[in-house]
């Protein structure tokens, strides 16, 4: 392990190759859908008018519009509840490479629906992206993780969160004025999300299926071997093997695990508790509201209309490169330490936000502070929660929990991101800027059952990660000497 300082080329090659059709076409089918708003209702509205000869009601285009948005995030719950079994079936790679068709179906039908007059194409393709991006944030982290060396294991699942703010990023590039922002290139927009797709099935055959996989699910110590070797070098192989050849003899007799199952197995119940409650505030915690709040900030701070792109752009660079930070950050300071200040610094620009907010007629001053409040929020998400959530998920768990776990995460991260885009504009109408107090109430409490619950797994085993849990939750149960006998029996 130590004399690998840095991870081998082709370990960074295949991590690239599968972000690239994985969680970089989520960041970036998310931010991709505000520019071409406009555009879109006006086809609608003149589709409609050609279709049954009278105008369209707000009601029915605001209906049709949000439907158009927030499909993809059904199609996502659906993609990560199938990730996990797909994945366990066809391997993780075979999966990520299945997965492309989704997003090439998807471009295909976005880019007709222009042509033929059919907005509906626009729903169903959009579902199909969300399906795409379900099972890519599923079962890519899931491969990186399975193929990080232990020292690097923090920093490769911060490729899942650099490839989606990279995304994002790129998604609102995209949309720029200069680019394809204008009125006549948005079916070309949409469709955009072939390129990533085309460039996974390019590249990713040249990399090995998850050595893990191979050696525990398949049984395959050939195929392991050969994958290690590539992966991290002759010298580096035989070590590696041992490390899965152990977890394998730990977990002998076990089938991996289906969701239902985790949840009556007391040995991971906080390993789960844990996991499901990070996923429910990564959604929850207000960085959507942010971005929501953060054009109306923007027209406060009297930055022109025509300006506000660019700006956007910047917060989105802005999370990118957090995203980095949090990388370089998370093998020295730890899981722990990021994740916990992280959502107390939210907290913190919370209280801010509200304040600036309220006060934003007493003096021209105020509305500067609340666009300094956008950016330290987005900053304070990318150090911690944005990134840190992703690599628990994978830590916390053993290879034959693990597909399980991530679909039980997945889930609740797209049912959360689901119900955020519903109810968010009905909190916004009725609390104002007095709805980032709810956010608050959650950073908080989310920081506290951290503090208090979860063990640091920088640099450890996934069995001593396990270990951990197990004799803090003895602590927990048991009180007196039988609990030290106990712990120690592990």
Known sequence: ??????????????????????????????????????????????????????????????????????????????????????????????????????ALVAALLMGLSYPTGLFELLIIGRFFTGLNAGIGICVQPLYLGEIAPTAFRGTMGMGTSVFITGGILTGQVMGLKELLGRDEYWPILLSTTCIPAILQLLILPWFPESPRYLLID????????????????????????????????????????????????????????????????????????????????????????????????????????????????????????????????????????????????VSPFFPYLSMACVFAFILSFGLGPGGVTNILNTELFTQTTRPAAYMIAGSVNWLSFFFIGLVFPFIVIGLQQYCFLVFLAICCSVAVYICLFVPETKNKTFLEIQNDFQSASNRRSADGPAATLSSTAI
């Open 1 to 102: 392990e130590s004399s690998m300082t840095l991870p081998n080329k082709s370990l960074l090659l295949a991590a690239c190759a599968a972000c690239i059709g994985g969680t970089f076409q989520y960041g970036y089918n998310i931010s991709v859908i505000n520019a071409p708003t406009v555009y879109v209702h006006n086809f609608i509205n003149q589709t409609w008018r050609e279709r049954y000869q009278t105008g369209i009601s707000e009601d029915v285009l605001t209906l049709l519009w949000s439907t158009i948005v927030s499909i993809f995030t059904l199609g996502g719950l659906i993609g990560a509840t199938i990730g996990g079994t797909l994945s366990v079936k066809l391997g993780r790679k075979g999966t990520l490479m299945i997965n492309n068709t989704f």
């Open 218 to 361: 398949r049984g395959d110590e050939e195929g392991c071997k050969k994958a290690l070797k590539q992966l991290y070098g002759v010298e580096n192989c035989d070590g590696q093997q041992e490390d899965i050849q152990r977890e394998k003899n730990n977990l002998a007799g076990f089938q991996a695990k289906k969701p239902w199952e985790l949840f009556a197995d007391r040995s991971v119940r906080w390993q789960l508790l844990t996991v499901i409650l990070l996923n429910i505030a990564q959604q929850l915690n207000g960085i959507n509201a942010i971005y929501f709040y953060a054009d109306y900030v923007f027209k406060q701070s009297g930055i022109p209309d025509d300006k506000i792109p660019y700006v956007t752009v910047g917060t989105g660079a802005c999370e990118c490169i957090t995203a980095l930070t949090c990388g370089m950050l998370i093998e020295c300071l730890g899981r722990k330490v990021l994740i916990t200040g992280g959502y107390t610094l939210m907290s913190i620009c919370c209280i801010l936000f509200t304040l600036t907010l309220s006060f934003q007629d």
